[in-house]
């Protein structure tokens, strides 16, 4: 059964870096038939995607994050993760890891099958 | 950037009823349309994919039409657990979401 957890701080100041990670079990991320992303939900507001990745390829982001965004995979742990820099209290939000399967080639044009539960980051001085 | 508005913006009907919910894109994103289902402390809950085609696991009451710059999520007769925020998103381009529809029991 696959399963993908967010796991990472909940609270940050203003201009430090958020590092979320996102755990998964049941499948392995190295997988060629999926790709791995990350969208956000701020309070009150709508669905944000923030970017997309995969094992054999380069990550993907939102232009209006890219700047201080950075997506990697680490294999060795099948974990995904998400650093944002420079945070301010706009990136306060829920932010859900998701598999998204390979039914496009360009890695962001693809829907997500499976998310996790979503962990809430707030930043605040 | 692709706009999606969904409408209404909160429907409330009685369990047994027909659900009802639009999406519609600001320019046309084919048939690369999904749906979501969003409950506080759940995961989000994929339903409809390519504007018809329901995800694994999701019950017959749950369908999807449209295509071009137009879609319907219908819930044909809504049980307790339907109650919920919906989302539509769109794979064509860069991808993006709708504000959502917040479906309450009347």
């Known amino acids: 059964q696959l399963q993908l957890q967010e796991s990472g701080p909940g609270l940050l100041k203003p201009s430090e870096t958020l590092s979320l990670t996102c755990t998964v079990s049941?499948?392995?991320?190295?997988?060629?038939?999926?790709?791995w992303g990350w969208i956000r939900q701020p309070p009150g507001k709508g669905l944000e995607w923030i970017g997309t990745?995969?094992?054999?390829?380069?990550?993907y982001y939102n232009a209006a994050l890219k700047s201080r965004l950075t997506i990697s995979l680490d294999t060795s742990k099948n974990q995904f993760s998400l650093k944002l820099s420079s945070v301010t209290a706009a990136d306060t939000a829920v932010y859900y890891c998701a598999r998204l399967p390979r039914v496009s080639a360009a890695p962001e044009r693809n829907y997500f099958d499976y998310w996790g539960q979503g962990t809430l980051v707030t930043v605040s001085s | 950037e692709i706009v999606l508005t969904q409408s209404p913006v909160t429907l409330s009907l009685s369990p047994g009823e027909r659900a009802t919910l639009s999406c519609r894109a600001s320019q046309s994103v084919s048939s690369y349309l999904a749906w979501y289902q969003l409950k506080p402390g759940q995961a989000p809950r994929l339903l409809i994919y390519d504007a018809s085609n329901r995800a694994t696991g999701i019950p017959a009451r749950f369908s999807g039409s449209g295509s071009g710059t137009d879609f319907t999520l219908t819930i044909s007769s809504l049980e307790p657990e339907d109650f919920a925020v919906y989302y539509c998103h769109q794979r064509s381009n860069w991808p993006t979401f709708g504000q959502g529809t917040r479906l309450e029991i009347k």
């Open positions: 049941g499948a392995s991320i190295s997988s060629s038939s999926h790709f």
């Open positions: 990745t995969y094992y054999y390829g380069s990550a």
